[in-house]
């Protein structure tokens, strides 16, 4: 597997636990078109979990990459940022 960005779409039945993909729907999916937009290399793949609940939403580069917490559209442009410098490494 090469270089991905990881992002949590955990989404629980209940609200007493907060979970990534009740926070997370919308940011990624402008995430994704952002990506799209610029034909930047990266892979995307969707996970149930990251462990990090409380510090949603989440999402990762992987491997050994950056996390990303309670990310907001505000982040996205610094997370298309930080994906071009993890992939040019």
Known sequence: ???RLIICNNRRLTSQKPSCGALNAHHSLQLEK???EQQIPISIEYRKCLGQCDRGPNI???????FFHNVTDGDLPMIIDEIKRFIAT
């Open 60 to 66: 990762r580069l992987a491997p050994s990459g950056n």
């Open 34 to 36: 952002l990506i799209a």
């Open 1 to 3: 597997m090469g270089q």
